[in-house]
Each structure stands twice: as structure tokens, then as C-alpha cells.
């Protein structure tokens, strides 16, 4: 079974700087996909980026971006000039391509990074 | 606007007495979801549907039945609550074969005292 692992519980980082999150990843499989949510104090999860495991290229989504390196298994994000409004716990999550014997395509989280920004 | 939508948002409840939190979604997406948040264990699934009239168990299923009589609808029952299911619950759905993740309900906050 794939399992996912935040080894930051909480961060901080001061307004405009830039931070970067930390996920690793544990899978055998060579086609999957990997995301970053963001959950506000309003706890709605929100996609902030995806990545599809077969391109190299890094996904970028404005002031995000993602580190994925796929032989160290590791996907990383970065925000550069933090806002106020980045506070929020974020997780990191796989889904395999393959489809389960049952057809299960299930979000597989870690266990999220609570991120302070400071004003 | 493309969305989950759950109800409610918030509940407080009795040990015991059967309850229903509704999710719909308007995407026409066959894949529907169940996830509860817990502090320090992120999000397990609940429950899962293919479609409509599959359905099966996720990783944390007990104590929890669902349905799906219609593609749009996936309710989440709990037929006699414990206070440890006390918790944040996520209705989500995506297409099958897909990679754009999952699209997210609100969330309904659950006490049960």
C-alpha cells in the first residue's frame, strides 16, 4: 500500500518570503499522481497543484511549485511571496493511475503541515 | 458552478441516534467519496462508489453505511453514532479515470456526546 509522509507538522514563514514543504512518498508503482490541497480555517480542501508522475517537467500554478524528484520519491512545494492568505494546513496526496482490483482510485493523504505566515 | 454539495455543515448528536449527512454532486462524476479528518491522522476513506449501486469499503468503514441510488447522490449513514466518530467528514468525487484529484464538499464538523 501506498503511504505518504509530511515530516513537517507546522511551519512559519514571514510575509514575501519564500517557504517549501516537504512530502515523501512510498509506492512501487511508476504511474501515479500527486497533489498538493490546502485547507483554510474555512476547512474547505482546495487543489493548489497536481503533477502527473510520467512528465519530468515541474508543475507550476502561479506563486506554487512543486520539486518532484520521482527516483527519491520526494515532491516538495514551494511558495514564494507568502501572503497572509497562505496560512493553512496543507497536504500532500497520491492517487495511482492503476485502478484497484475493486476499481478504488483512492486519495491517499499524509498527515498535512500547518503553515503560519507572519505578518 | 461545478460543486459538492454537503449538508450540514455542522451536527451534534446523541450516541445512538441513526443519522444521515447528504452529498451531492452536480459534475456528473462517477466516482464518489467518503473521508474523515481526525487531528495528527490526515484523511482516511470512509467509504467509496464506482457508480450507481457500487459501493465499498474503504479503510475505515465500520460503523458507516452508504448508497448510491443516483449518480448525483452519495449519503453517508451512521446508524447508531459513537463519540469516536466524532470528527471532520469530506464528501468528494472525481471521474473515474481521471488526474485532476478530487473535488471537495465543505465538510460537515460531527460531535457525538
Known amino acids: 500500500a501506498q503511504t505518504v509522509t509530511q515530516s513537517q507538522p507546522e511551519m512559519s514563514v514571514q510575509e514575501a518570503e519564500t517557504v517549501t514543504l516537504s512530502c515523501t512518498y512510498d509506492?512501487?508503482?511508476?504511474?501515479?499522481?500527486l497533489f498538493w490541497y490546502k485547507q483554510p480555517p474555512s476547512r474547505q480542501m482546495i487543489l493548489v497543484i497536481r503533477?502527473?508522475?510520467?512528465?519530468?517537467q515541474n508543475a507550476t500554478e502561479n506563486r506554487f511549485s512543486v520539486n518532484f524528484q520521482k527516483a527519491a520519491k520526494s515532491f516538495s512545494l514551494k511558495i514564494s511571496d507568502s501572503q497572509l492568505g497562505d496560512a493553512a494546513m496543507y497536504f500532500c496526496?497520491?492517487?495511482?493511475?492503476?485502478?484497484?482490483?475493486?476499481?478504488?482510485?483512492?486519495?491517499?493523504f499524509g498527515k498535512g503541515t500547518r503553515l503560519s505566515v507572519i505578518a | 458552478e461545478a460543486q459538492v454539495t454537503q449538508n450540514p455543515r455542522y451536527l451534534i448528536t446523541v450516541t445512538g441516534k441513526k443519522l444521515t449527512v447528504t452529498c451531492s454532486q452536480n459534475?456528473?462524476?462517477?466516482?464518489m467519496s467518503w473521508y474523515r479528518q481526525d487531528p495528527g491522522l490526515g484523511l482516511r476513506q470512509i467509504y467509496y462508489?464506482?457508480?450507481?449501486?457500487?459501493?465499498d469499503k474503504g479503510d475505515v468503514p465500520e460503523g458507516y453505511k452508504v448508497s448510491r441510488k443516483e449518480k448525483r447522490n452519495f449519503p453517508l449513514i451512521l446508524e447508531s453514532p459513537s463519540p469516536n466518530q466524532t470528527s471532520l467528514y469530506f464528501c468528494?468525487?472525481?471521474?473515474?479515470?481521471?488526474?485532476?484529484?478530487?473535488?471537495f464538499g465543505s465538510g460537515t464538523r460531527l460531535t457525538v456526546v
Open positions: 468528494a468525487s472525481s471521474p473515474t479515470r481521471e488526474n485532476y484529484g478530487y473535488t
Open positions: 509506492t512501487s508503482e511508476s504511474d501515479y499522481y
Open positions: 503533477q502527473e508522475a510520467y512528465k519530468q
Open positions: 496526496a497520491y492517487r495511482s493511475a492503476n485502478m484497484e482490483e475493486s476499481g478504488n482510485t483512492p486519495l491517499v
Open positions: 459534475m456528473n462524476h462517477e466516482y
Open positions: 462508489s464506482m457508480n450507481v449501486e457500487v459501493t
